[in-house]
């Protein structure tokens, strides 16, 4: 009888473990849309609005519940295409997102570009993150030819902010949250700056 129960608890052990590998293959980020624009009103410059969508494994939930921290990095950059040489970066960029829990307090916090904002659940914390809006890429408004330009975002989970122990335990597939390069759509703010009423 013992034994069974053994072999029961095994088998248990091996399909969790299974069902958590394929939910974290599952969970990657989706960058669901992107638009760069061009404002003139103070301050002015180019501003980028990403969405993303994805689910935190978890793994990834326990370490946060447990007070450690998450660091979520938006990348950006923006190339002029070259056909005879390799494409020319014009504008680089990164911003970090700080997702923390308090046990004490039982409330998230979400920090990003110096604001700070505290929630009551971790469903309500999740939608400001997948949701950045009005991020200042650049005080230059111009961008020239921008039908030769290419500008890209991906968002992903920095694991080397985690605490070093971690570094070396985590499971790989549960904490490799990241991306592809997303096609940042161009607002007619910037492709036809002559004809917007901002200009």
Same mark, same amino acid.
């Given at each position: 009888m013992r034994m069974v129960k053994h072999f029961l608890n095994l088998l248990l052990t091996l399909? /969790? %473990?299974? %069902?958590?590998?394929? &939910? !974290?293959? !599952?969970n990657d980020i989706t960058v669901m849309s992107g638009t760069l624009s061009v404002r003139t009103s103070s301050p002015q410059g180019l501003y980028l609005d990403?969405? @993303?969508? &994805? $689910?935190? *494994?978890?793994? @990834?939930?326990d370490a946060l519940n447990r007070g450690i921290p998450l660091y979520f990095v938006t990348e950006f950059s923006i190339q002029q295409q070259r056909w005879y040489w390799v494409n020319k970066p014009l504008i680089e960029a990164s911003l970090m997102t700080r997702l923390s829990y308090s046990p004490l307090t039982r409330q998230y916090r979400l920090s990003r570009g110096g604001l700070s904002q505290s &929630? $009551?659940? /971790?469903?309500?914390?999740?939608a400001i993150l997948k949701s /950045?809006?009005?991020?200042?890429?650049?005080?230059?408004?111009?961008i020239e030819n *921008?039908?030769?330009c290419v500008a890209e975002v991906r968002v992903r989970l920095d694991t080397n902010q985690l605490p070093l122990p971690m570094q070396v335990t985590i499971g790989e597939n549960d904490w490799d949250l990241t991306s592809d390069w997303y096609v940042v759509d161009f607002d007619r703010s910037i492709t036809h700056p002559l004809e917007d009423g901002k200009q």
């Open positions: 399909c /969790l %473990g299974l %069902g958590s590998v394929s &939910f !974290a293959w !599952a990403v969405n @993303v969508e &994805f $689910d935190l *494994p978890r793994s @990834v939930q &929630f $009551d659940s /971790l469903s309500e914390t999740l /950045l809006h009005g991020w200042r890429i650049s005080e230059d408004t111009h *921008p039908e030769d």
